[in-house]
């Protein structure tokens, strides 16, 4: 069965620092990457999806088949960023979700 | 656009009762995915209805039941109602066909006691 292990529960970091975020999968076939973000008191809301390659909001995800690995980096972190995240796969018949992260971006 | 609605915000139930959660998906969206989200648990994934029909189940038990109209508005039923069941539920919907990028709702308190 496919799943999706996000291993931090929290990640702090100081606002103009880097950041990871870490997502890993198990799923034998191809299956869509997706991360979801939830900032405070709005609803969730998709980031990004591996098959765009495109960065929002200066955040990337690059999809590593052999480590089976959706991480999601921001060379430079802002204290806007601060929220939960959420890494997310789609396999054609399920979608199922991370237990999440929740990113604190210090002053 | 109007964005995914989901109605009623919030719900007191006690167990043993039955509850029915509405969703209006964006407009032109075909596809409406139910998603249980608590603290314990995380996320989970109900169903998705797509045109009318369920296409894609989650591990929940029968009393979790739903459908969807045409004009893709979709309702979500638990019935006999357990305290385990008390939960955000959300809701999203997509284009459908195999077009993942979900757009989701502000979601439904349900507070079972």
């Known amino acids: 069965a496919q799943r999706v292990t996000q291993p931090e529960k929290l990640l702090s970091v100081f606002k103009g620092a880097p950041v990871e975020l870490k997502c890993n999968y198990s799923?034998?076939?191809?299956?869509?990457l997706f991360w979801y973000v939830q900032y405070s008191r709005q609803r969730l809301q998709l980031l990004l999806r591996?098959?765009s390659r495109e960065s929002i909001k200066g955040f990337t995800a690059d999809l590593n088949k052999g480590e089976t690995s959706f991480h999601l980096k921001k060379p430079f972190a802002q204290e806007e960023d601060s929220a939960m995240y959420y890494c997310?796969?789609?396999?054609?018949?399920?979608?199922?979700f991370g237990p999440g992260t929740r990113l604190s971006v210090l002053p | 656009k109007a964005g995914v609605t989901q109605t009623p915000r919030y719900l007191i139930k006690t167990r043993g009762q039955q509850v029915t959660l509405s969703c209006s998906p964006i407009?032109?969206?075909?596809?409406v995915s139910w998603y249980q989200q608590t603290p314990g648990q995380g996320l989970q994934f109900l169903f998705e209805?797509?045109?009318?029909?369920?296409?894609n189940k989650g591990n929940f038990p029968g009393r979790f039941s739903g459908r969807q109209f045409s004009n893709s508005r979709s309702e979500m039923n638990v019935s006999t109602l357990e305290l385990g069941d008390s939960a955000l539920y959300l809701c999203?919907?997509?284009?459908?066909?195999?077009?993942?990028?979900?757009?989701f709702g502000p979601g439904t308190r349900l507070t079972v006691t």
């Open positions: 999203a919907s997509s284009l459908g066909g195999d077009a993942y990028e979900q757009y």
């Open positions: 799923y034998s076939g191809s299956p869509e």
């Open positions: 591996h098959i």
């Open positions: 997310a796969l789609g396999d054609g018949q399920n979608f199922v």
């Open positions: 407009s032109g969206h075909r596809s």
């Open positions: 209805y797509f045109s009318e029909t369920q296409r």
